[in-house]
């Protein structure tokens, strides 16, 4: 939508958005000239080179969707996807699994889970490989520490002390 000229951009979404983000982000590469290295799935790659293909996918979809719960029907259609049974380990998975993992991601951040994810479900299991946990423990230690609260990070468990 349209607001004025005083005031650049758009406050809604159309077709149009949509396709472009797609066209963007759908992958999950970065965008631009140059891709920083790594990005997530190289990372998640990179980690879980020894694991079986699936505890990539289930940590990209937590970090994405905030929930590793992969059903049935969606295990077969991502071994699929990566031409691989998900039991696979990484180091012996097709050379294009990067690729094919790229796709997978883009249409999780094109999910509407991904667009209303709000937070993470209560009492959700943490991937083999989840991302970023350490990062999250100490934001929400400084976060508490505004309010007096006490909180020290036990890896990525966050361990909370009396204000």
């Known amino acids: 939508m ?5 005031q650049p951009g758009f406050t809604g979404s159309d077709f149009q958005a949509f ?4 066209d963007a982000y759908g992958t999950c590469r970065y965008p631009f000239a140059r891709f920083p290295t790594p990005d997530l799935l190289d990372d998640l790659l990179v980690r879980g080179a ?3 293909i699936e505890d990539v996918v ?4 937590d970090r ?15 071994a699929e996807l990566v031409g691989a049974d998900l039991s696979t380990p990484v180091a012996k998975a097709p050379a294009d699994l990067r690729d094919a993992l790229g796709t997978y991601c883009g249409a999780l951040a094109l999910s509407p ?3 209303l994810v709000v937070e993470p479900r209560i009492g959700a299991t943490i991937p083999a490989l ?6 999250d423990c100490a934001l929400l230690a400084s976060l508490l520490a505004v309010e007096g609260v006490t909180v020290t990070c036990d890896g990525h468990r966050p361990e909370t002390a009396a204000p």
Request: avoid cysteine.
């Open 2 to 6: 349209f607001l004025r000229q005083s």
């Open 19 to 22: 396709l472009s983000f797609e």
């Open 50 to 52: 020894k694991g079986p």
């Open 58 to 61: 289930r940590a990209l979809r």
């Open 64 to 78: 994405i969707v905030s929930d590793e719960a992969l059903t049935e029907a969606e295990k077969v259609l991502v």
């Open 113 to 115: 889970q991904a667009w």
């Open 130 to 135: 989840a991302v970023g946990l350490e990062a």
